[in-house]
């Protein structure tokens, strides 16, 4: 680890804190198998998840995970700390598996249901998984990764088993599908697995213990498993509920997926605490999730900037009234000024912004909801500092200067699972205090405010000058006609590389060719930073979580570049 005691560690944020809201808050007391322990016990009847019309109240939600424990337990032999997988779209049994795995005194490790059986291998084998939820579309890919690692036991969830009501809102053909003849020597089916009915053990997990293995998505190779006790994940959910006044009447639209840290903490884990309703939808419909905003009147959507766009974007959005949102956050991309400005009309919401990873278990930063930003972190949240530092030094840099984000508080993770390396790499200590190197570039100004450039490894390197993709995007989405956009490098002989630009146009968009672009950009930002190539697409490519994934576009860009 490398020292700096002299560094200063301010807090200008505190300048544009939410009103009423401490500077910190006190560790949690509490796990978060507790939480739902205390929420069923407080609200037995109330509806904790809605699925297509189908309501699951808090006390079956309880019930169903004690269950489940008891079956970790007694027939897969999961002891405490044992490390169980969960590779499923969000649905009720995603939630029920979740906590019937912390029930067990186990840890969950969430997969990616995007991951084929190569990547599936590889968690498994890094996280020593012995058991594992599954959705019934991947069993082939699991029963594959399965071999030659340590789990003991499949269990294979039908969504169709929790569609027990009838409804008007289009269920996808996936989700009514059966799957029969699913077989394995080590599989068992959900159902069968609940007429077991074992009793678990006595729960005495601590606040302390590790409760969460989430991997990275790995844009630097194989993703890496952080370390999450309940405390950590805790403290980052107090960080949501209180900074954006989530309360128990709200209904929280839970679409983001669980698997990534958003889904789990905001939609998942903030209901559980809180006793909100989760209106689960399994897959990006923007038709459904239009509808189940007005029939149920959702008032809290966590959502990546994607997700609001295409709903935006939707022309049958006219028929549904979604006016019953009163607060709308997440992070990821830049919310474009045309979006947010009509999602203000339409709801009276702005969209806060706000920047986390994996590794934080979602916030590090949030805008206040008084003092926001467009197009911004926001500012560092509860007991957190936020340092900007010279990557190769990690010396501070001063106000507005670009460089490294590190970030030190309770939510960060312990440490990266069985990764010496990383964890070697990924940690520093200044002035006492434990910081993680986020890989971000990033700048604060004087009031703390973070403004995220890109990752470090984007950099564009055009004729000397850098480039950062993300930064030109920024500027891009307050282009009205600009619905989506990704910028990558493209190579040249005399430049070394140029930007390129890729853009989904919005439906209604009067500039539709190169060079209307790329004046527009020469008004907007340095003449180094002009896209040289702007290309016209139908849509970007995106991972599970909303994200735009730029580094397939990249690699396809240097591929082509390459052929003979």
């Given at each position: 680890?490398?020292?700096?005691?002299?560094?200063?560690?301010?807090?200008?944020?505190?300048?544009?804190?939410?009103?009423?809201?401490?500077?910190?808050?006190?560790?949690?007391?509490?796990?978060?198998?507790?939480?739902?322990?205390?929420?069923?016990?407080?609200?037995?009847?109330?509806?904790?998840?809605?699925?297509?019309?189908?309501?699951?109240?808090?006390?079956?939600?309880?019930?169903?995970?004690?269950?489940?424990?008891?079956?970790?337990?007694?027939?897969?032999?999961?002891?405490?700390?044992?490390?169980?997988?969960?590779?499923?779209?969000?649905?009720?049994?995603?939630?029920?598996?979740?906590?019937?795995?912390?029930?067990?005194?186990?840890?969950?490790?969430?997969?990616?249901?995007?991951?084929?059986?190569?990547?599936?291998?590889?968690?498994?084998?890094?996280?020593?998984?012995?058991a594992a939820f599954c959705a019934q579309d991947l069993a082939d890919h699991l029963f594959t990764a399965m071999e030659g690692t340590s789990l003991r036991r499949a269990i294979i969830v039908q969504y169709s088993d929790y569609l027990r009501a009838d409804t008007e809102?289009?269920?996808?053909?996936?989700?009514?599908?059966?799957?029969?003849?699913?077989?394995?020597?080590?599989?068992?089916?959900?159902?069968?697995?609940?007429?077991?009915?074992?009793?678990?053990?006595?729960?005495?997990?601590k606040p302390d213990d590790l409760a969460i293995l989430p991997y990275t998505s790995g844009s630097t190779g194989r993703g890496k498993g952080c370390m999450h006790t309940n405390a950590t994940t805790l403290h980052a959910t107090r960080s949501i509920y209180d900074w954006?006044?989530?309360?128990?009447?709200?209904?929280?639209?839970?679409?983001?997926?669980?698997?990534?840290?958003?889904?789990?903490?905001?939609?998942?884990?903030?209901?559980?605490?809180?006793?909100?309703?989760?209106?689960?939808?399994?897959?990006?419909?923007?038709?459904?999730?239009?509808?189940?905003?007005?029939?149920?009147?959702?008032?809290?959507?966590?959502?990546?900037?994607?997700?609001?766009?295409?709903?935006?974007?939707?022309?049958?959005?006219?028929?549904?009234?979604?006016?019953?949102?009163?607060?709308?956050?997440?992070?990821?991309?830049?919310?474009?000024?045309?979006?947010?400005?009509?999602?203000?009309?339409?709801?009276?919401?702005?969209?806060?912004?706000?920047?986390?990873?994996?590794?934080?278990?979602?916030?590090?930063?949030?805008?206040?909801?008084?003092?926001?930003?467009?197009?911004?972190?926001?500012?560092?949240?509860?007991?957190?500092?936020?340092?900007?530092?010279?990557?190769?030094?990690?010396?501070?840099?001063?106000?507005?200067?670009?460089?490294?984000?590190?970030?030190?508080?309770?939510?960060?993770?312990?440490?990266?699972?069985?990764?010496?390396?990383?964890?070697?790499?990924?940690?520093?200590?200044?002035?006492?205090?434990?910081?993680?190197?986020?890989?971000?570039?990033?700048?604060?100004?004087?009031?703390?405010?973070?403004?995220?450039?890109?990752?470090?490894?984007?950099?564009?390197?055009?004729?000397?000058?850098?480039?950062?993709?993300?930064?030109?995007?920024?500027?891009?989405?307050?282009?009205?006609?600009?619905?989506?956009?990704?910028?990558?490098?493209?190579?040249?002989?005399?430049?070394?590389?140029?930007?390129?630009?890729?853009?989904?146009?919005?439906?209604?968009?009067?500039?539709?060719?190169?060079?209307?672009?790329?004046?527009?950009?020469?008004?907007?930002?340095?003449?180094?930073?002009?896209?040289?190539?702007?290309?016209?697409?139908?849509?970007?490519?995106?991972?599970?979580?909303?994200?735009?994934?730029?580094?397939?576009?990249?690699?396809?860009?240097?591929?082509?570049?390459?052929?003979?």
């Amino acid at each position: 680890m490398a020292n700096n005691d002299e560094v200063s560690i301010r807090r200008p944020q505190h300048a544009v804190w939410p009103e009423g809201l401490p500077f910190e808050i006190e560790k949690t007391t509490e796990t978060l198998y507790g939480n739902l322990r205390n929420t069923a016990a407080r609200l037995p009847d109330k509806p904790g998840i809605i699925f297509y019309d189908t309501k699951i109240t808090f006390e079956e939600i309880d019930k169903t995970a004690n269950l489940i424990a008891g079956y970790l337990q007694h027939e897969c032999g999961v002891e405490p700390g044992d490390r169980v997988a969960i590779y499923s779209q969000n649905c009720p049994q995603y939630v029920l598996a979740y906590y019937g795995i912390l029930r067990a005194g186990a840890v969950v490790v969430a997969v990616n249901p995007m991951n084929l059986a190569e990547e599936v291998s590889s968690i498994l084998e890094d996280s020593g998984a012995v058991a594992a939820f599954c959705a019934q579309d991947l069993a082939d890919h699991l029963f594959t990764a399965m071999e030659g690692t340590s789990l003991r036991r499949a269990i294979i969830v039908q969504y169709s088993d929790y569609l027990r009501a009838d409804t008007e809102i289009a269920i996808p053909e996936f989700l009514v599908q059966k799957h029969e003849g699913i077989s394995h020597s080590r599989a068992i089916n959900w159902n069968d697995m609940l007429k077991v009915e074992c009793v678990p053990a006595p729960y005495n997990r601590k606040p302390d213990d590790l409760a969460i293995l989430p991997y990275t998505s790995g844009s630097t190779g194989r993703g890496k498993g952080c370390m999450h006790t309940n405390a950590t994940t805790l403290h980052a959910t107090r960080s949501i509920y209180d900074w954006f006044g989530i309360i128990e009447d709200d209904v929280v639209m839970a679409v983001a997926p669980m698997f990534h840290v958003v889904g789990m903490q905001a939609g998942m884990n903030v209901s559980i605490q809180l006793g909100c309703t989760m209106v689960i939808v399994p897959r990006w419909d923007r038709d459904a999730v239009a509808a189940m905003i007005e029939s149920y009147k959702i008032t809290t959507w966590p959502a990546v900037p994607t997700m609001a766009i295409d709903l935006l974007a939707s022309p049958n959005l006219k028929d549904y009234d979604i006016s019953s949102i009163r607060v709308m956050y997440g992070g990821g991309i830049s919310m474009p000024k045309a979006v947010a400005e009509k999602l203000q009309a339409l709801c009276g919401v702005t969209f806060l912004e706000g920047y986390g990873l994996t590794e934080t278990m979602a916030p590090a930063t949030a805008n206040p909801p008084q003092n926001p930003i467009a197009q911004c972190g926001g500012i560092a949240v509860f007991n957190t500092d936020i340092l900007i530092v010279e990557p190769g030094t990690i010396e501070q840099l001063a106000t507005g200067k670009i460089g490294e984000i590190i970030i030190s508080g309770p939510q960060v993770l312990l440490a990266y699972w069985n990764n010496d390396e990383a964890n070697a790499e990924s940690f520093v200590e200044i002035a006492g205090k434990r910081f993680f190197r986020t890989g971000d570039l990033g700048r604060m100004n004087d009031e703390g405010y973070i403004f995220i450039i890109d990752r470090i490894k984007r950099m564009i390197n055009a004729s000397g000058f850098k480039v950062w993709p993300a930064e030109v995007e920024t500027i891009f989405y307050k282009n009205p006609a600009v619905e989506e956009i990704c910028v990558i490098a493209s190579k040249d002989p005399e430049r070394g590389e140029i930007v390129k630009a890729k853009i989904v146009l919005c439906s209604d968009a009067t500039e539709t060719n190169e060079q209307e672009f790329r004046s527009w950009a020469r008004e907007h930002m340095s003449a180094y930073k002009v896209p040289r190539i702007v290309e016209f697409v139908k849509n970007l490519p995106k991972s599970g979580s909303g994200k735009i994934l730029w580094r397939e576009l990249q690699e396809l860009e240097y591929a082509a570049y390459d052929k003979p």
